[in-house]
């Protein structure tokens, strides 16, 4: 299957998931990656759809597949169905906000190589003793200013902080180096010692097995167990887990788990690297079998294959019938008799397939439209 992978969004964020998603789809044997949209058989948006990728789905309908990161869902929360055929929501920050295409949509956990690269020299040289990285987006470096005042306090170490605010080199000692490395996060790991901070500083520590304490936009998590470990992963290490946003961040903690990472020889970070590849492999391989669904689906007119997408209730009245989304009750279409003949038998559900209509036309359009979805295989 021949896949296009395109990234349209421009921050460093959506940058890493890009390569988490293209090496994703280069590993997969039945895939292949294809150099333009138009020889493709599937398009991958990393990113929402701009409008070249909407005139060519409107064109040539291609199944399209996104990922968004889950703290993008209030900006994305209306899906023209007819040009998304499938949405994945990467677990960055996850906000109590209910995506309306459950049907047609996933929660994930941010995929992530913790393979080694080739020639890997991670320990061979620092530059850094520490490397701070909040990753905040919500109220962006909140989390880093309540660990100023501690950080100022290791007048020893050399500090490297991830910022772009230039106001807080005036509010730091000497010894405390203050850029914008959102864009290296991974070259900026390995030159350290240790990393305090969220998101993806915290996975290319695992990966690169440098110690690590993890802080961000819920609080304080600390240093991670072997027991704990797998719900850091699955709340992308924003800080405690389950913890609120703008979470506490006590200094003493803070300090003492510098100080106890500074004494101590063994870190389990790869036990950690270990557990969490196990299970960015097993979700790598659900996300390939979807995008193989999606595309498999595209032309499937077979009743006994189809469903009836639940995103979705019909209401009548008169004689006449709508299709509204169940979550939002926003009115999706009307539907004439012949659809309407035709959907009743997969809403009912209590009937072989043998006695649907077998009108190819109107089946194709119902699965086009995503109001019929091809069942998943066991």
């Known amino acids: 299957m021949k896949i296009y992978i395109t990234r349209t969004y421009g921050s460093p964020k959506y940058g890493l998931l890009y390569d988490s998603v293209y090496r994703l789809i280069s590993n997969e044997p039945s895939f292949e990656i294809a150099e333009a949209g138009d020889t493709a058989e599937c398009i991958v948006c990393v990113g929402d759809l701009p409008q070249e990728l909407i005139n060519h789905k409107r064109q040539h309908k291609t199944p399209v597949i996104r990922f968004l990161f ?103 000692n000497g010894n405390i180096c203050i850029a914008d490395s959102s864009c290296d996060i991974e070259n900026h790991v390995k030159r350290s010692k240790m990393v305090i901070g969220s998101g993806y500083a915290i996975l ?41 946003l703008d979470g506490a961040l006590p200094e003493n903690l803070v300090y003492e788990d510098v100080q106890n990472i500074l004494n101590t ?12 590849s196990n299970i960015s492999k097993t979700m790598q391989a659900h996300i390939c079998d979807t995008i193989a669904n999606v595309v498999e689906s595209q032309n499937c007119t077979d009743p006994a294959s189809l469903k009836f997408n639940t995103d979705y209730t019909i209401i009548g009245g008169d004689g006449r019938y709508w299709l509204l989304n169940r979550f939002t009750r926003f009115i999706e279409a009307a539907l004439d008799n012949e659809h309407i003949g035709i959907l009743k038998h997969f809403v009912a559900n209590d009937r072989p397939a043998s006695d649907i209509p077998n009108d190819n036309k109107i089946l194709s359009e119902l699965v086009d439209k995503r109001i019929l979805l091809r069942k998943r295989k066991n």
Do not use: M
């Open 265 to 276: 020889d063994e870190h389990p970070t790869a036990d950690f690297c270990k557990i969490l």
């Open 204 to 244: 290319f520590a695992i990966k690169h097995h440098k110690p690590f304490i993890v802080l961000g936009e819920r609080g304080y998590g600390g240093i991670p167990t072997i027991n704990n470990i797998e719900q850091f992963y699955q709340e992308f290490f924003q800080g405690t887990i389950g913890g609120r």
């Open 70 to 172: 889950r703290s993008d869902v209030a900006k994305h929360f209306y899906t023209d169905t007819n040009l998304v055929d499938y949405t994945f929501w990467v677990t960055d920050l996850d906000i109590n906000i209910l995506c309306p295409y459950l049907q047609t949509s996933d929660k994930i956990d941010v995929p992530f190589d913790f393979s080694p690269t080739d020639n890997d020299n991670s320990g061979s040289c620092t530059d850094a003793d520490i490397y701070v990285n909040t990753g905040e987006f919500l109220y962006p470096d909140s989390a880093l200013f309540k660990i100023l005042r501690t950080l100022n306090r290791f007048t020893s170490l050399q500090i490297d902080v991830c910022s772009a605010n230039d106001n807080i080199k005036n509010i730091v």
